[in-house]
């Protein structure tokens, strides 16, 4: 059977940096920084008081009361953003098969606010189960995604995909590969996370896995430099719309870009630390290329993982200068994360959308907020330090990395 080609027709995100695609590139290309103190609750008792929340959001300039009241915020994000790549992909309802349309919508963690909120109800009711009638559809990571095919009436593939960080980047390549197999002509493919809450802040900092630099709180997500000590959280949400080639130029599709090469990969190695020379990275890099059909020296820009952990950095690095060679020296590397923060699941679909708007617009963002080289990273390195960089970009991959070891990398090609 002949394998499809896949192409991105349409964008669509709301983030800490912008409530849509636009505000949010103009963003980044600035280098802002969207790290605030947060405001969704009371940190007093909390080690970490900062985040990357989405600001200025009212549920009620979206959804009216009632139906807002159905749904978690994750969901919300997820319903804003899949409507703006809609409207961004001109696509036709009434003229296409909606049975083979669907949507593929991930979520690291789902309505976790929900739960935490309908739990202290339960505690504050002295154990009396008064439990919303929608706290269970609130809550479920897939729920994203069947409302968003329930809204569109689309009848095609429909499900979450849920690996920690590299969820929606598995949503972006489960949607690839239905595609080429011709099971689907579109899918909305993404992810949406809200997690800036007690539990979410709470349980990261247990694990001290994220920054409590609380007085250097609009610099504290520092990817490659030596003062890191954590990421930043974030929220928000990034769809893509992902359509076989023949089926959008047919109807005169605006393509931003086509998937060429798409990698998995597990480095087995251990809860939440990725392997120290960056095994399973490379592995994931090297599968992807391998799906491409394309050599190394081909990329010219790589939006890496890059949360700023002390040893993620590092390990994704050895595993770009292993794969790379010379060649590590020539690309452009950059990491979005210093200034959207970490958006767990959703995090590969948005830092997708950055690798797209950096081939079409011929400019990588930078990684901002590093003060001071680590020795343990290589100087010849070009990690778009502090401003963005004019280049013109043919190939872009993007990294996602999950807890429990999860791999994921994807490759655009311009057209």
Known sequence: MELKRVVVTGIGAITPLGHNVPDTWKALINGESGSDLISHFDTTNFKTKFACE????????????KESRKMDRFAQYAMISAEEA??????????????????????????????????KGFIEG????????????KIICDIAAGLISMKYGLKGPNYATVSACASSTNAIIDSVQLIRNQKADIIIAGGSEAAINEVGMGGFNSMQAISTKNDEYKTASRPFCATRDGFVMGEGSAV???????????????????????????????????HPEGEGAFHVMKNALDDAYMNSNEVDYINVHGTATPRGDISELLAIKKLFGEHAFKMNISSSKSMTGH????????????CILSMRDEI????INH?????????????????SQKRKIKVAMNNTFGFGGHNTTLIFKSI
């Open 126 to 137: 002295n154990g009396i189960p008064r439990f919303s009638p929608f706290f269970i559809p």
């Open 240 to 274: 893509l719309i992902l359509e076989e080639y023949e089926h959008a130029k047919a109807r005169g599709a605006k393509i931003y870009a086509e998937i060429v090469g798409v990698g998995l990969s597990a480095d087995a190695h251990h809860l939440t630390a990725p």
């Open 364 to 367: 990588v963002s930078p990684t």
């Open 371 to 387: 003060q001071k080289q680590d020795p343990e990273i290589d100087e010849r390195f070009n990690l778009t330090l502090n401003k």
């Open 54 to 65: 989405i600001k200025n959001y009212d549920a009620a300039n979206y959804f009216d009361r």
């Open 343 to 354: 958006l767990l699941g959703a995090a590969g679909a948005l830092e997708a959308i950055v």
């Open 86 to 119: 809609l409207k961004d992909s001109n696509i036709d309802l009434e003229s296409v098969d909606l049975h083979r349309m669907g949507v593929i919508l991930a979520s690291g963690i789902g309505g976790v606010e929900t739960l935490l909120n309908e739990i």
